[in-house]
């Protein structure tokens, strides 16, 4: 998360990825860094015992929300 906003502090585009048994954490961390907003993609948990089926399909979330992502700090969709 710091590096995620550090980065987007320096106008480089980034997206912070966190499996579901972070998400508290994560908005402590954005709260902390002062940017209380930030969006940040969320995945299943465990990531380390995770199959490769599973791990695919969190691979497939993670680009499917960090499109939206992008495409809602760039106007293009509300």
Request: glycine share 6%.
């Amino acid at each position: 998360m710091h590096d995620s906003i550090a980065a987007e502090r320096q106008g480089i585009p980034a997206i912070a990825v966190m499996t579901e048994r972070f998400i508290s954490a994560a908005e402590l961390m954005c709260r902390v860094l002062g940017m209380p907003e930030y969006k940040f993609v969320v995945i299943g948990h465990p990531i380390s015992s995770a199959s490769d089926e599973q791990l695919t399909q969190y691979a497939r979330a993670t680009i499917e929300q960090a499109r939206l992502l992008l495409l809602r700090a760039s106007g293009a969709i509300p």
